[in-house]
């Protein structure tokens, strides 16, 4: 699966929690979602470096605070828009791994869940009978 239909693959599986998801298109859509997230952030400390001295504060409030707060309220709103869709991918790439979908609320567990996940989503792909997809 290339880097831009994993993507697609992402939006339109969004409710999808039956089928398999193969590594290429979890780590691709992380990667795509890192790159927003950066995105958002250069946004940010774009705003935030702004030419103001402190002089004028009401300038100060319309051309730094309230883009920044725009900007972390479309990033929130990103956030959670992909909350569903990637519960779902991570569901079908534990599904794909042969691994029972419940292990996702491994990711619960404070500090060592998340470690755990990283690892089951790092596993190669595999049928019923554990055969080994990854080439």
């Given at each position: 699966m290339g880097f831009s239909e994993a993507y697609k693959s992402f939006w339109r599986n969004y409710v999808n929690f039956k089928d398999r998801a193969p590594r290429s298109?979890?780590?691709y859509?992380?990667?795509w979602?890192?790159?927003?997230?950066?995105?958002?952030?250069?946004?940010?400390?774009?705003?935030t470096t702004g030419p103001f001295t402190g002089k004028d504060l009401e300038l100060f409030f319309y051309f730094t605070v309230f883009p920044i707060?725009?900007?972390?309220?479309?990033?929130?709103l990103?956030?959670?828009a992909c909350f569903i869709p990637m519960l779902s991918l991570m569901v079908r790439r534990l599904r794909d791994s042969n691994k029972s979908p419940w292990f996702i609320l491994l990711g619960l567990i404070p500090f060592v869940g998340s470690i755990i996940i990283l690892v089951f989503m790092c596993l190669p792909s595999e049928d019923s009978f554990g055969t080994n997809y990854d080439f």
């Open positions: 298109a979890y780590w859509v992380v990667l979602n890192a790159i927003i997230v950066a995105l958002f952030h250069i946004f940010i400390l774009v705003f707060l725009f900007v972390l309220l479309v990033m929130g990103y956030g959670l």
